[in-house]
């Protein structure tokens, strides 16, 4: 089912398709901010899902546990979309975000719930893979960077959108709210062409052209040279041999994206997003937790707008040391006014008790506008195009296995042991350790020739 082309541009074609997976990003936004607003209704007497108050155990398998499934996914996801379609794919992600919200509006057993959560972490995992595959596949070149960006900012927006909803709308409310457009993202799905790219990848290359034309402007000549360009793409990815995998320059390439995956899980992102209204009522501040919270997903919006400008001016390695060190100097400080008021009693209407909202929105400024970005821009330029298709699954992996450290470790065990001051100064450490990492091991690669970077990469390797 195609959607008509009421609209002669096909740039604006371009940008609706790109729209119906960024609203499946804006769902990964809305899932992962979602914690962040219901946890004080879920630890409240009158919990909507249980007969008594969560415990801050409870809460954590709450958060953690779908990027356990999310972990699991992580290799299968790509699978289907290969041999189901780009669609179907999209099919099955609305249906684990259905499924994820009715579970939260009906359930009455802690189990169930956590269930659901975790089905949800499903689709996060589908999003997560397939909306950037979708739009890279159907944008023209000159076009990706533009409509990527707005894929970018869509995450962020969505947990903008569910931190406003939740501070001021109730728990069955904002669950009905995320259904909704959980069902709109099917929709939107069903309307648009496959990818063109799945029809060449299963030798259908009358759908391919159809599909195509749909994307691109009414020129045969332009038409067969995007199919081309399309199908050398696809050859290409044939030609990948597992050997790939360990010559030199790939394995560092390797250790580098996993160290930057640490960098963006073990700072603390995630349990921010997670925590938030938790995090601000811990401290003695007059303002509203929930007010404070909806101030920190502003500057995530505003973030990202700041990369695309700084990423055209300035190398990868600066902007990541740069990046990385302003978000362990924010976190170092956070982790001593939390050190000051845990040995000592503060007033209400002291200055000190700003700091929490002025580190944590500077922190989201400085992740969301460089630190969280740019290694999936280093990862573009490091690694060959075959070989990046079958590395991410890993990196990926991996990402998720931090973020259920993160949200499984630091609310419980990590709060008990070192507080809430130790936290900020473990995710201020790993920080400079990025900072460290970056400035030692890491090659500049903007602007350089991807030859020129290979021989970067094995001269960085400090094994044979």
Request: hydrophobic share 50%.
């Amino acid at each position: 089912m195609f959607f008509p082309k009421m609209f002669s541009n096909h740039e604006v074609r371009q940008y609706l398709a790109a729209w119906s997976w960024n609203l499946g990003a804006m769902n990964m936004g809305f899932f992962l901010g979602w914690s962040g607003v219901t946890t004080p209704d879920l630890q409240s007497a009158t919990s909507p899902i249980y007969e008594s108050a969560l415990t801050d155990e409870e809460v954590s398998y709450t958060t953690s546990f779908p990027f356990i499934t999310a972990l699991i996914s992580s290799m299968v996801w790509g699978y289907i979309a290969n041999s189901l379609g780009r669609k179907i794919t999209g099919y099955l992600t609305a249906l684990c975000f259905t499924t994820c919200y009715i579970i939260a509006l009906t359930s009455d057993t802690f189990s169930v719930f956590v269930i659901g959560r975790m089905i949800g972490g499903l689709a996060y995992c589908a999003v997560l893979f397939n909306g950037p595959m979708y739009i890279a596949e159907m944008a023209e070149v000159q076009k990706l960077g533009r409509i990527s960006a707005t894929y970018l900012i869509s995450e962020n927006f969505g947990i903008l959108t569910i931190y406003i909803l939740g501070s001021y709308v109730s728990y069955d409310v904002l669950n009905v709210f995320c259904l909704a457009f959980s069902v709109l993202f099917l929709v939107l799905i069903m309307i648009f062409p496959e990818s063109p790219v799945y029809y060449l990848k299963t030798d259908r290359p009358i759908e391919a052209r159809v599909a195509l034309q749909w994307f691109r402007p009414e020129n045969e000549q332009y038409l067969e040279s995007e199919l081309k360009r399309l199908n050398d793409t696809f050859i290409l990815s044939k030609k990948f041999k597992f050997k790939y995998l360990f010559t030199k320059h790939t394995l560092m390439a390797l250790f580098i994206a996993l160290n930057l995956q640490v960098g963006i899980q073990l700072t603390g992102m995630h349990y921010v997003a997670c925590y938030t209204v938790d995090i601000f009522q811990r401290t003695a501040s007059v303002i509203d937790p929930y007010t404070s919270t909806i101030i920190t997903g502003i500057f995530l919006i505003i973030a990202p707008c700041c990369y695309f400008v700084i990423t055209n001016h300035f190398g990868r390695k600066t902007i990541t040391i740069v990046s990385f060190f302003l978000q362990s100097l924010t976190w170092a400080i956070l982790g001593g006014y939390y050190f000051y008021i845990e040995h000592n009693t503060i007033e209400d209407s002291s200055p000190l008790n700003y700091l929490p909202l002025v580190c944590i929105s500077l922190y989201c400024l400085f992740f969301a506008g460089g630190g969280g970005c740019i290694p999936f821009t280093i990862y573009g330029e490091i690694f060959s195009a075959e070989v990046r298709n079958a590395v991410m699954p890993f990196i990926y992996i991996w990402n998720a296995l931090n973020s259920f450290a993160v949200l499984k470790l630091v609310p419980t065990i990590m709060l008990q042991t070192i507080h809430m001051s130790g936290v900020f100064w473990f995710f201020s450490i790993i920080s400079f350790y990025i900072v460290l990492f970056t400035i030692f091991v890491i090659p500049e690669t903007k602007g350089k020739p991807f030859l020129t970077v290979i021989d970067d990469l094995t001269k960085k390797a400090c094994w044979k």
